[in-house]
């Protein structure tokens, strides 16, 4: 586990989203996390809708389910799935501001919530599906994350997680020039590797039922942000004013830091998909509502 020298908390994490809201907003739009391209010629925004669909098909969610996003941002996904797939859906952030913004932009059966995962308040045993884009990484303590989506997940139901992973091998200058660095100042606790989450889906009781490096489908995400990055900078005064006068500010050095990350393979984007055991012990079938 990749662990930054200066400890990162909840506080730190909603701070960071709070202060740099209307910066993401202007450069990454309403979904702040990876786009997945499969032929290359999808635009960015057919990108991060691509990876939302590709989440819900590991879900294989039926409509009606009750559903669970876990650290939804300003909602964008809550409100594509519950439409594509007539799920409801409640979702959690840290942020008091995505929330405010998810709020204004309502959609039937989505609800979004400021609160901590890991204090969720949710009935053990009320859900049919929980997934987490790119929010994991900002959990303080993962092995909690991971028991807490297995407890309130009903027997059969599924989780999906979308992952920044450190790089198995990740060692030396790579960890020390790109991943501390990327932990410190994107707020993450920590960032662990593919075999540690395993590791911790299977220690919370789930059984991993897939898993998919993507992470030469995602990597072009960043050129895309840094060049939309340096272009509002140079004509934006506002965007200029916001970022260069952010506390938060030194977050935007990770961008180059990820592009190097995904070259040399010290970072991996991962997504997971696990299952928690029927009461006859076996994981729900894809496509079967659990009864």
Known sequence: MIVPEISQNAAAVADHYDELDPVYRRLWGEHVHHGLWTTGRETPGEAVEALVDTVGDRLGLIPGQACVDIGCGYGSTARRL???????VTGFTLSAEQARYANAHP??????QVWDWLANGLADASVDAAWAIESSEHMVDKPRFFAEAHRVL??????????????TDASGWKVRHLLEPICREG???????REEYEAMGTAAGFELTGFEDVSRRVARTWPICARRLVKALLVDRETRRLVLG???RSSFLGIPRMILAYRTGAMRYGIFTMSKARKDGAPREPGKLTQ
């Not at 959609?107 to 979004?112: F, L, T, Y």
């Open 82 to 88: 519950a439409v594509t797939r007539e799920v409801r």
């Open 107 to 112: 959609e039937p059966g989505v609800d979004i």
């Open 154 to 167: 009903r027997p059969g139901g599924r989780l999906v997680i979308c992952a920044w992973l450190a790089g």
């Open 187 to 193: 707020r993450l606790p920590s960032m662990g590797t």
């Open 246 to 248: 952010a506390r938060n």
